[in-house]
T-cell receptor, first 118, second 114 residues
Framework: AQKITQTQPGMFVQEKEAVTLDCTYD???????LFWYKQPSSGEMIFLIYQGSYDQQNATEGRYSLNFQKARKSANLVISASQLGDSAMYFCAMREGYSGAGSYQLTFGKGTKLSVIP | EAQVTQNPRYLITVTGKKLTVTCSQNMNHEYMSWYRQDPGLGLRQIYY???????DKGDVPEGYKVSRKEKRNFPLILESPSPNQTSLYFC?????????????FGPGTRLTVL
């Protein structure tokens, strides 16, 4: 089973509007971290926001916020007031406290390609 | 500036010609990792290192070697590159290997093997 699922391969949003990118995860580990990364066409991976499994409040970072619903195992990224520069691939990722392989790797979803329309 | 650096950023080579992609971090991080990113397959871990002289295989280690002689450096070695190793490679590091530790990524290395 996939550990991170991003069901939206592509999305469009009007400039200055808000957009929600979906992410669901699967783990039996009580300790895990959820991360969102942005990958523009230039290729680098840019860290956006983080949520720990024990955090009581949803994370926020400027125009980015994370809608964390632990019981539903979802960690959706909300981008407010979209800008043209937000056009990019967005990846949800999880790091578990103990992974079966012990590699402590980040497990990534397939990504969502966001296009901001002027 | 805290960062992870990779070199080269772009490389075109031929089958069988040994190459090394360097990775260095200046944050005194213990954990370092290599990923490759391929269309439709996402990012997959190649090798990782928990600390100096401690390395282990990730999900796709075939055809790669690594070493961790110093804390800051974690080079990726392709002894005999093949076309199926054409990919975008990322080095990443984190302070520790915990669930709550953010991994910092290098800028990526685009490798083409002809």
């Amino acid at each position: 089973a996939q550990k991170i699922t991003q069901t939206q391969p592509g999305m469009f949003v009007q400039e200055k509007e808000a957009v929600t990118l979906d992410c669901t995860y699967d783990t039996s580990d009580p300790s895990y971290g959820l991360f969102w990364y942005k990958q523009p066409s230039s290729g680098e991976m840019i860290f956006l926001i983080y949520q720990g499994s024990y955090d009581q409040q949803n994370a926020t970072e400027g125009r980015y916020s994370l809608n964390f619903q632990k019981a539903r195992k979802s960690a959706n990224l909300v981008i407010s007031a979209s800008q043209l520069g937000d056009s990019a691939m967005y990846f949800c990722a999880m790091r578990e406290g103990y992974s079966g392989a012990g590699s402590y790797q980040l497990t990534f979803g397939k990504g969502t390609k966001l296009s901001v329309i002027p | 500036e805290a960062q992870v650096t990779q070199n080269p950023r772009y490389l075109i080579t031929v089958t069988g010609k040994k190459l090394t992609v360097t990775c260095s971090q200046n944050m005194n991080h213990e954990y370092m990792s290599w990923y490759r990113q391929d269309p439709g397959l996402g990012l997959r871990q190649i090798y990782y290192s928990m600390n100096v002289e401690v390395t282990d295989k990730g999900d796709v280690p075939e055809g790669y070697k690594v070493s961790r002689k110093e804390k800051r450096n974690f080079p990726l070695i392709l002894e005999s590159p093949s076309p199926n190793q054409t990919s975008l490679y990322f080095c990443a590091s984190s302070l520790l290997a915990g669930a709550f530790d953010e991994q910092f990524f290098g800028p990526g290395t685009r490798l083409t093997v002809l």
